[in-house]
């Protein structure tokens, strides 16, 4: 197959796979689409989200041509992961919480997820953690407002400092945690500012490199950078494909759905 690897999220959270695919995979052509219509993603319902996210994706896999797809979210794959292999002829590699390493890293035993309020209710999220944290103490923290903040800052604005502090302050009480999953990919382009915002120092898990890893094993993708790489977007694009194009995708398309 001969077209790009497709990277797809609810907004431009996936972005941050995009930079750990481009370190694992610098030579390997990469596309991009977002659904920022319906962003965010994490206080969706289930039944409707599984349908949106197979029309997208479904659209965004035709429009680009791509030779594979990368959801780089954990609220779209903790939960459509099996439809979109059953629906789409492409490989798909999907993006759930870092909970593995983050018990390998641990010492002190008691880690926090740090994810969409969708992402941390999930079945699939209690079965990562029944699987692989079973000696574990596993803290969840919904963190929709985070995901507003990463869309701010890739549109050029600064995050805001207060948002980021309300939402990592019930870490005070957990002086003993010490690893941190970054369960949301819009999270680990925020890592500067939620560095300074934490309570006590942690170590911060998340899946990019992971995910780079096993595309590179699944993906079968050429090894050529055109001129060009695009990105798809779902809703109307004020700052966006700025933001877009600071992460190579220098051409933004609306992405039409059926
Ligand atoms: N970036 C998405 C994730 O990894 C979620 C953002 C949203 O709520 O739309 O879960």
């Given at each position: 197959?001969?077209?790009?690897?497709?990277?797809?999220?609810?907004?431009?959270?996936?972005?941050?796979?995009?930079?750990?695919?481009r370190?694992?995979?610098p030579?390997?052509?990469l596309?991009?689409?977002?659904d920022?219509?319906?962003l965010?993603?994490g206080?969706r319902?289930?039944?409707?989200?599984?349908?949106?996210?197979?029309?997208?994706?479904?659209?965004?896999?035709?429009a680009?041509?791509?030779?594979g797809?990368?959801?780089?979210?954990?609220t779209a794959?903790?939960?459509?992961?099996d439809a979109?292999?059953e629906?789409?002829?492409?490989?798909?590699?999907g993006?759930?919480?870092?909970?593995?390493?983050?018990?390998g890293?641990?010492?002190?035993?008691?880690?926090?997820?740090?994810?969409?309020s969708?992402?941390?209710?999930?079945?699939?999220t209690?079965?990562?953690?029944?699987?692989?944290?079973?000696d574990c103490?596993v803290?969840?923290?919904?963190?929709?407002p985070?995901?507003?903040?990463?869309?701010r800052?890739?549109?050029?604005?600064?995050?805001?400092?207060?948002?980021?502090?309300?939402?990592?302050a019930?870490?005070?009480?957990?002086?003993d945690l010490?690893?941190?999953?970054?369960?949301?990919?819009?999270?680990?382009l925020?890592?500067?500012a939620?560095?300074a915002?934490?309570?006590?120092?942690?170590?911060?898990?998340?899946?990019g490199?992971a995910?780079?890893?096993?595309?590179?094993?699944?993906?079968?993708?050429?090894?050529?950078?055109?001129?060009?790489?695009?990105?798809?977007?779902?809703?109307p694009?004020?700052?966006l494909?700025?933001?877009l194009?600071?992460f190579?995708?220098?051409?933004?398309h609306a992405?039409?759905?059926?």
């Amino acid at each position: 197959m001969t077209g790009p690897v497709l990277v797809f999220d609810s907004g431009v959270g996936g972005l941050s796979v995009v930079e750990a695919l481009r370190r694992r995979l610098p030579d390997v052509v990469l596309a991009y689409a977002c659904d920022n219509a319906m962003l965010p993603y994490g206080v969706r319902e289930d039944a409707w989200l599984v349908e949106r996210i197979l029309a997208v994706c479904e659209a965004a896999v035709a429009a680009s041509g791509c030779c594979g797809l990368v959801v780089a979210c954990n609220t779209a794959s903790t939960l459509a992961l099996d439809a979109l292999r059953e629906r789409l002829s492409v490989p798909v590699v999907g993006t759930v919480p870092a909970i593995k390493p983050a018990t390998g890293a641990s010492e002190s035993r008691h880690i926090g997820l740090l994810a969409t309020s969708a992402t941390v209710a999930r079945p699939y999220t209690a079965r990562l953690i029944e699987a692989f944290a079973g000696d574990c103490r596993v803290t969840r923290l919904a963190a929709d407002p985070l995901v507003g903040e990463a869309e701010r800052l890739v549109a050029g604005e600064v995050p805001d400092p207060e948002v980021l502090r309300r939402v990592l302050a019930p870490l005070a009480e957990l002086p003993d945690l010490d690893t941190l999953v970054l369960g949301c990919t819009h999270f680990p382009l925020l890592r500067e500012a939620l560095e300074a915002a934490v309570p006590h120092p942690v170590r911060w898990v998340d899946s990019g490199d992971a995910i780079a890893r096993r595309t590179g094993q699944v993906i079968v993708a050429p090894q050529r950078r055109p001129a060009v790489e695009r990105g798809w977007v779902t809703g109307p694009d004020t700052t966006l494909a700025r933001g877009l194009a600071g992460f190579g995708f220098s051409e933004t398309h609306a992405l039409v759905l059926p």
